[in-house]
């Protein structure tokens, strides 16, 4: 049997990066997949056609995560058309950096919004269904960068280390209801926006990782798919790093 048979999963910002492996892997292992996307409709559509070859139901719906009017829409659609909603994957996600001193009010409440404002409305939005059903999972994505800071992001950083302390407080609140929620901090991970990066600087920050590599969209995926199955039904309020040994 697959790991996610018979699960219905709503995996945010899944248009490409982490979010687009997430969603494969997510419909590899059985789930139904409704999936978001933002900016590009052809993208969305697609990834929808790509995921289809599994075999599973799967549908993407363009939504802004950030907007909580948005986001209560897109629970209420996801549940009329897939009959329920058993995990979120809380992926959607900016940056905006810059040294503190050169920072914008703009750069940090758009970042501010989007990667945590996004997960609370998600989340709360999302808790309705769960509750009555009395079962569900939700999967929050962070950074390393959430646990240990990086100069130049400090807005990013806080609203991943936000993510951490809100996904354990509500893990708290709702764990009577069998509705569990963990984090999972990526590190260094090989995506369209690092393969832009020179070569000699991702040799560098490579060297500092005690893997001595760069992690895959796969290294960070394999491990959501885990918090969404039942194999990981004990584990609750939890930050997991795949990062190479960066935080070890």
């Known amino acids: 049997m697959k790991l996610l048979e018979g699960k219905v999963a709503l995996i945010t910002g899944a248009s490409k990066g982490i979010g687009r492996k997430i969603a ?16 590009s409709v052809e993208k969305g559509q697609a990834l929808e056609q790509e995921l289809q070859q599994f075999g599973t139901k799967v549908k ?6 950030s907007d909580y009017t ?33 920072m914008t009010e703009e750069q940090w409440d758009e970042v501010l919004r989007v990667n945590l404002k996004s997960i609370f409305n998600l989340t709360k939005a999302a808790s309705k269904p769960m509750m ?3 079962s569900g999972v939700f ?10 800071g990086n100069a130049g992001q400090a807005n990013y950083a806080a609203s991943k280390a936000g993510i951490i302390g809100f996904t354990k407080s509500i893990a708290k ?8 929620a963990n984090v999972v901090c990526p590190g260094f991970i090989k995506t369209e926006m690092t393969e832009v990066l020179p070569a ?4 560098k920050w490579a060297e500092s990782i005690p893997l001595k590599r760069m992690g895959e969209t796969e290294d960070v995926a394999n491990l959501t798919v885990f918090l969404g199955s039942d194999m990981s039904a004990y584990i609750t ?7 190479g040994g960066m935080e070890s």
Do not use: H, P, W
């Not at 609140?173 to 569990?180: F, H, K, V």
């Not at 309020?237 to 990062?243: L, M």
């Open 70 to 102: 948005a986001a209560e829409q897109l629970i209420n659609d996801v549940v009329a058309d897939f009959g329920k909603i058993d995990i979120v994957v809380n992926n959607a996600g900016i940056t905006k950096d810059g040294l503190l001193m050169r």
């Open 200 to 203: 000699e600087q991702v040799a």
């Open 132 to 134: 009555k059903q009395r």
């Open 60 to 65: 993407g719906y363009r939504s802004d995560a």
């Open 139 to 148: 999967v929050n994505m962070s950074s390393i960068v959430g646990l240990q």
């Open 173 to 180: 609140e709702l764990g009577s209801r069998n509705i569990r």
């Open 237 to 243: 309020g939890q930050s997991i790093a795949v990062c």
């Open 24 to 39: 494969e892997l997510y419909a590899k292992n059985g789930a139904q997949v409704a999936f978001t996307y933002l900016s």
